[in-house]
């Protein structure tokens, strides 16, 4: 297996463009999760996926991000508008649910200018 | 304007030595716990985890030690090589919810 893929690796935008992360997750996990990783506040948690449908979406800093999973093998995490207090590793996990472990990407470095 | 982060805890070993990181998670609920390993530029590493009803998981050259009463967790690694260089991660799941990460502990290996 692949592992959780995501892309881009890096994105390098301007203030007040769109950005869109991309996840594909492990094969036959059912639950997806969105991190953010800073030096400021670590390992957070934004949202995330059971089946598909988002569960917990209390982590989402602001009406500016937004998450969609339309299938089980591919969610989005989007930023309308970008502002330089989003740069960070975003990180996308799923969850085999026969163990409850989580298995990480390796993580899309935002960089807003 | 000084920039303030998070201050992680620093842990140095010899190359060879056994290296012990500890952590300690917050809800006696917690009923699953795991290390993660990250690399520099890369995400969460699965090392190893445990269930809560036990107190002792070994792998290779890695145990975790489960104290349940002072809500304690511990990582041992044994033989601390420099590609044990990381940062490391305890993360406790409470039924019905998801995971918590701890800020994590920077092992350094010295050759």
Redesign the interface.
């Known amino acids: 297996d692949a592992g959780?893929i995501q892309s881009p690796r890096h994105e390098v935008t301007e203030m007040g463009q769109e950005v869109t992360l991309r996840c594909k997750p492990i094969s036959g996990h059912n639950s997806l999760?969105w991190y953010r990783q800073t030096?400021?506040?670590?390992?957070e948690?934004l949202i995330?996926f059971n089946n598909n449908v988002p569960i917990?979406d209390s982590g989402m800093p602001e009406d500016r991000f937004s998450a969609k999973m339309p299938n089980a093998s591919f969610s989005t995490l989007k930023i309308q508008p970008s502002e330089p207090r989003d740069s960070a590793v975003y990180?996308c996990?799923s969850r085999d649910s026969n163990?409850?472990?989580?298995?990480?990407?390796?993580?899309t470095r935002l960089t807003v200018l | 304007g000084e920039?303030?982060?998070?201050h992680l805890p620093t842990l140095s070993v010899q190359e060879g030595d056994n290296s012990i990181i500890n952590c300690a998670y917050s809800n006696s609920a917690s009923d699953?716990f795991?290390w993660?390993k990250q690399e520099s530029g890369?995400?969460?590493?699965?090392i190893i985890?445990i269930r809560s009803n036990m107190d002792k998981r070994q792998g290779q050259r890695v145990t975790v030690l489960l104290n349940k009463t002072v809500k304690h967790l511990s990582l041992q690694i044994a033989a601390t090589q420099p590609g044990d260089s990381a940062v490391y991660?305890c993360?406790e799941?409470i039924p019905g919810n998801?995971?918590y990460?701890g800020?994590?502990t920077s092992l350094t290996v010295i050759p």
């Open positions: 959780v999760f030096m400021m506040r670590g390992l948690l995330y917990d990180f996990a163990t409850d472990t989580q298995y990480f990407g390796p993580g | 920039s303030v982060g998070l699953y795991i993660y890369k995400g969460p590493q699965f985890d991660f993360a799941n998801q995971f990460f800020t994590g």
